[in-house]
């Protein structure tokens, strides 16, 4: 069964502080993993994504690395703000269809303290 | 950010209701999706569509119908509200994709309906 595992589950850090959120997956045959920003009440905004040629990518503030060998990411977030209290869903899409079926991980829920 | 709304926001309905909820976006995507998500669970995929008059069930069963008369429309309609069908649900598209996988093209989202049946 495709599956898309985070965590921690939640995660309390101070603002100005480093974080790194994980993503294990086991997803096949893989097609690309992406990390997208939920705030409370909203839909997902994407922040990444990597195919499996790729091992690192950055958006501002915000690096992404994957391993597809060992099938983990890591979203790793710089000089943390207040704005990045959200929750952080990593989702792994395959290739065995057109549809390129999205699997969806629970979130890990991240809560910036001044 | 993406060009892609819901209405509404908020809606709180007693059971045996019928409701709709919109979704609509001007970016000219042909591909519409609706997610249903309870909080602190995963997305579930329950329709899609790759078009007008084209719409398909998704992973997760619902008891929801959509349709897709308007390629910038995709409403969904509950006959009968129920508790068990209080949850986020959230409308998203994606880019012409030219004969290549879904998969690779960003997924654009709505920013949601939260439905609570009484």
């Known amino acids: 069964k495709n599956q898309v595992e985070q965590s921690p589950q939640s995660l309390i850090i101070l603002e100005g502080k480093n974080c790194t959120l994980q993503c294990n997956y086991t997803v096949s045959p893989f097609s690309n993993l992406r990390w997208y920003k939920q705030d409370t009440g909203r839909g997902p905004v994407s922040l990444t994504i990597m195919t499996f040629s790729e091992n690192t990518k950055s958006n501002g503030r915000y690096t992404a690395t994957l391993d597809a060998d060992t099938k983990q990411s890591s979203l790793h977030i710089t000089a943390s703000q207040l704005s990045d209290s959200a929750s952080y869903i990593c989702?792994?899409?395959?290739?065995?269809?057109?549809?390129?079926?999205?699997?969806f991980g629970r979130g890990t829920q991240l809560t910036v303290w001044p | 950010e993406a060009d892609i709304y819901q209405t509404p926001r908020y809606l709180v309905i007693g059971t045996g209701k019928k409701i709709t909820l919109e979704c609509s976006q001007t970016m000219g995507h042909d591909k519409m999706y609706w997610y249903q998500q309870d909080p602190g669970m995963e997305l579930h995929l329950i329709h899609y569509s790759y078009g007008v008059n084209s719409t398909e069930k998704g992973d997760l069963s619902s008891e929801s119908t959509v349709s897709r008369i308007r390629t910038e429309h995709f409403p969904l309609t509950l006959e009968s509200a129920r508790p068990s069908h209080t949850s986020q649900y959230l409308c998203?598209?994606?880019?012409?994709?030219?004969?290549?996988?879904?998969?690779?093209?960003?997924?654009?989202f709505g920013p949601g309906t939260r439905l609570t049946v009484t």
């Open positions: 989702v792994v899409s395959d290739r065995g269809s057109t549809l390129g079926r999205l699997y």
């Open positions: 998203a598209s994606i880019p012409p994709a030219n004969g290549v996988s879904d998969s690779s093209y960003e997924q654009y």
